[in-house]
T-cell receptor, first 113, second 114 residues
């Protein structure tokens, strides 16, 4: 199994500001995923990040709004640019291998005022 | 349209009873299914996968897949208070390569009544 640590656990920010969410794995992993979850609703895949390459974004999510970095095999950051109240949700990083279960971090709860 | 549909939205089961969840994919490419559950304040955790037609049993949990109808179900027998959580069905297309990109349903909230 893989343990994923996210920082911060929660954040409150003003509209128009940017914030970074960090994810650290306890072992090297090829792919990291970022998911968005509104209050007890479905998990939406935002993007896939592989080490050393540009993240691949899903429909509805853009690099300008949610830039993702993946500088090495244990680390990834998600930035929320120009945060709006509609971005208030929980953000999860996750990882897994083909045909194997995904492991998730504990999530970062973002509130945008 | 949501590609993975779950029912019911919520479910209340007495302790020791059977909890049953349903999931249907509207995309014929989605043939590989997972069940995850999420306790309040935590990240989702995988329960089990099912990739072949028929039943798959792991302890108190049994999943059933019918690929022809793209319907998968999950049954929990002898439900315990610790089973109270949000249960997600997740699906992916075959041969996506690399790590799996999963599409999640909206979830079923399970409450076990002591």
């Amino acid at each position: 199994s893989v343990l994923l640590y996210q920082k911060p656990n929660r954040d409150i920010c003003q509209s128009g500001t940017s914030l970074k969410i960090q994810c650290v794995a306890d072992s090297q992993v090829v792919s990291m995923f970022w998911y968005q979850q509104f209050q007890e609703q479905s998990l939406m895949l935002m993007a896939t990040a592989n080490e050393g390459s540009e993240a691949t974004y899903e429909s509805g999510f853009t690099k300008d709004k949610f830039p993702i970095s993946r500088p090495n095999l244990t680390f990834s950051t998600l930035t929320v640019n120009n945060a709006r109240p509609g971005d208030s949700s929980i953000y999860f990083c996750s990882t897994g291998r083909h045909n194997e279960r995904l492991f998730f971090g504990h999530g970062t709860k973002l509130s945008v005022l | 349209q949501q590609k993975v549909q779950q029912s019911p939205e919520s479910l209340s089961v007495p302790e020791g009873g059977m909890a049953s969840f349903n999931c249907t994919s509207s995309d014929r490419n989605f043939q590989y299914f997972w069940w995850y559950r999420q306790h309040s304040g935590e990240g989702p955790k995988a329960l089990m996968s099912i990739f072949s037609d028929g039943d798959k049993k792991e302890g108190r949990f049994t999943a059933h897949l019918n690929k022809a109808s793209l319907h998968v179900s999950l049954h929990i027998r002898d439900s315990q208070p610790s089973d109270s959580a949000l249960y997600f069905c997740a699906a992916r297309a075959p041969n996506t390569g690399g790590a799996d990109r999963l599409t999640f349903g909206k979830g079923t909230q399970l409450i076990i009544q002591p």
